[in-house]
């Protein structure tokens, strides 16, 4: 392995070295240093690229998602400097710069572009050959297939045999069901050649102003998503979260038996080439509910419908839906009769019932379920976690792990008519089925689970009498009642 090398008047921090090392191992061929803000990720992203293109001459870039912010942030880094900081491109080591062609020609041969990701612009990276690829900010990126074949293309540019073949990305946290956390980050789903080094703000604050840290330390009383996004780094943590207050250690319980006498219901949100999402709920005594069983993947109704019958069992489940699959658009059934989405589900044995589909209703409604009310107290199937008073009424097993992600993800809407009072509805369509599914089974507006009533003493021995009589006695004793004063025939 190559010894990682970050040379003076640069002092790495720990976490910088470890990205160098990774850098440098044969295996690697993307490295992403993610977390928090100014924790030291580009400035040493852009240090270790341009020793690369020092010691290994060949065809380079540097791309961001819109030209503005390359040119007012990564570009101002690399040749001008970042506030105090020097140029991250030393003048000394270069030969020339081209503005017209945003290129940087260093004394030893390299070349550094300089380019945007726009859409216009990707068409100009398709005839590059180039040597390493550095990225900043790539979680700016669309999270859904038109960003990730941005991300393809630039990995299928590195062909240049000059240089190392690879690509660093610099990002910040978002949500949990974008491609760059499903490729980059997550542990189970990342691509094998990925190698991730994570910051804090911690781990830069030597190099920073000690009243900044502190500052930046307070917003956990204050902001505690920005906290946890942006000095943390915690991905499913950022600003415009629609459901700030959903956390694991509250919401998120181990999976139990449902008992019998708990009301069961369903949710479902219909794909075909988008994924089918069904919950199964349960509502105990109290009036929690909890979310205990997820089926999420596309496909036509007659794949789907077994799965859900068998989700439903032998009880009998009231599934609601969103009141679009209803919608016949001119198609009819072997009758002659208007035919749906709904039609379909009905011929394989699942039946629907509408949804209440009004966004902002339903955002309000998953918003009061989470929200840990303080003279609430948690069930004992829940988790408590220590300091915490009160308890929500919305739970989710660990088990659903596409709603907790989705959770975690959905973004405020910022505009439209319904900006700031609902989930985001491009989002929601593209990547919240699951969000989707229970802002349906939430609207559904679940009551308490009757409680079963205890019999009288009395009533006990009569019916411990009524066995030893005989079956002629048990068939009358069935047909009448009892009114706890005394036995009416």
Known sequence: MTVARVLAPFRATARQEEVATAWHEPSVGVVVADGAIRSG???????????TAVEQPALYLVARSTYRSLKDSTQRAMLIGDGALPPLIPPEVVDRYSATDELVRLKTGAEILFRSLEEGQLSKLLNLT??????????????????ERVFDTLLGRLSDPRGPRKLLAVMNPSGLTSWQY????????????????????????????????????????????WYRSFILGEWGSFQGQAYEEFEDAIHVVEPFEIPDAWEVFASLDHGASNPTAHYMWAADHDGNLVVFDEYYRPGL???????ILARHGDRHVVCWSDPSVWANHGHTNKWGEPASIATEYYEHDVHLARANNDRAAGYMRVLELLHVDPARVAPPWASVRHGVEGAPRLYVFRTCKQLIAQLKSAPVAVDGVNAGECVDPQWESEHGHAHASVRYGAMSRPGPAPKPVEEP?????????????????????QRDYYDSERFIW
């Open 130 to 147: 180039l040597g390493g690829i550095f990225v900043d900010q790539l979680e700016e990126l669309d999270g859904g297939e038109a960003g």
């Open 182 to 225: 499903r490729r980059l980050v997550d542990e189970a789903t990342r691509d094998a050649d990925v190698r991730r080094v994570h910051f804090t703000l911690r781990d830069n604050a030597a190099n920073l102003l000690a009243d900044y840290v502190a500052k930046m330390e307070a917003t956990r009383l204050t902001r505690s998503a």
């Open 41 to 51: 990720k580009t400035q040493c992203a852009g240090r270790l690229f341009l020793e």
């Open 301 to 307: 109704v007659s794949a789907h419908a077994p799965s």
């Open 457 to 477: 003493e009395d009533w006990v021995a009569f019916r411990k009498r009524e066995l030893l009589v005989g079956n002629d006695y048990e068939r009358r004793a």
